[in-house]
């Protein structure tokens, strides 16, 4: 059942990206923020009264951090959305596990001393080629985009993921010191609202598009039920076996954003393009099982 609940939220996700790439001929990726954790803090304010769960912390500046760099990886991820092919943007943004497993390297590399005595960490060359193979993949899918002029939205995608993954690691901090789920994404839904409004004050508001306007409201409403589904789903995988397969159906996000890119936009993507992308999801999956392997017992975290 935890397989269905992870396919269930990644096609709320992909989902709200289609809303999103709606919403931004009206508003700039500041105010999809804004109003994307404003929609937020409502539905998770009522999720939190229906669990009993107390949003007091006793751990305000980590969830300030888990925001800052929350704010940044979905900022420019709706800002590649707007810019890029559907399945290129949401393929960009699930390189988070590829950087995880980089970051993952080097710090056992920075902590290795050559000697007779302290060989290089285990499955350190396995995981440098996921990165390698990732980041190949990277420049397949990007190339199409070159052709587009779409370099710099192409880049701020990347830099997504890499600021994702640095979320994923603040929230697995979280939980290790106790913080409930709903309290760690309310307080990223504050936070969103709060850095969207101020980045909105400089980048300007939009004019009222309209009844278009209202595309606004399902991307709040299935975020917080693609978190909501992601969330159920790796409560429900009790072996890390299962936890597993939740972390890699995720990337069923990919191919849904691709069906809703062709069937709605358009969108057209060359054989290196799918090439890429199966490349990226591939060194993803192969990421997560070595780092499950490397440390027994870890849980990926829900993203954002």
């Known amino acids: 059942m935890q397989a269905l609940w992870m396919v269930l939220a990644a096609f709320l996700f992909a989902s709200m990206s289609v809303c999103i790439k709606l919403a931004s001929a009206y508003f700039n990726a500041a105010e999809l923020v804004f109003y994307r954790g404003l929609i937020g803090i409502g539905v998770l304010w009522l999720l939190a009264r229906s669990q009993r769960v107390v949003l007091r912390t006793d751990y305000p500046w980590m969830h300030a951090w888990r925001s800052v760099i929350g704010v940044t990886a979905m900022g420019a991820w709706f800002y590649a959305i707007g810019q890029l092919p559907l399945a290129t943007a949401m393929t960009l943004n699930y390189m988070s596990s590829v950087w995880i497993a980089a970051f993952f390297v080097g710090g056992a590399l920075l902590a290795w001393r050559p000697s007779p005595s302290a060989p290089l960490p285990a499955l350190q060359g396995p995981l440098v080629l996921t990165v390698l193979a990732g980041f190949v993949g990277v420049v397949m899918v990007l190339r199409p985009s070159l052709d587009q002029n779409q370099m710099f939205a192409g880049i701020v995608g990347l830099l997504s993921g890499m ?117 990226i999801i591939s060194s993803g999956i192969a990421a997560t099982v070595l780092r499950a392997r490397a440390a027994p017992g870890a849980t990926p975290a829900p993203e954002e």
Do not use: H
């Not at 993954?165 to 994404?185: D, H, K, M």
């Open 163 to 279: 600021a994702a993954a640095f979320a994923y690691l603040q929230v697995v901090t979280l939980s290790r010191v106790g913080e409930p789920e709903t309290r760690t994404v309310f307080f990223f839904a504050v936070g969103s609202t709060l850095a969207g409004g101020l980045a909105t004050l400089v980048m300007g508001v939009s004019d009222w598009p309209g009844w278009s306007g209202l595309w606004l409201l399902p991307i709040g409403i299935l975020a917080s039920g693609g978190q909501l589904c992601m969330t159920r789903a790796y409560a429900s995988a009790k072996t890390q076996r299962g936890t597993l397969v939740v972390a890699n159906l995720q990337y069923s996000g990919i191919v849904f954003a691709a069906l809703y890119g062709m069937a709605l936009f358009g969108d057209k993507t060359p054989l290196l393009g799918w090439v890429g992308m199966a490349l």
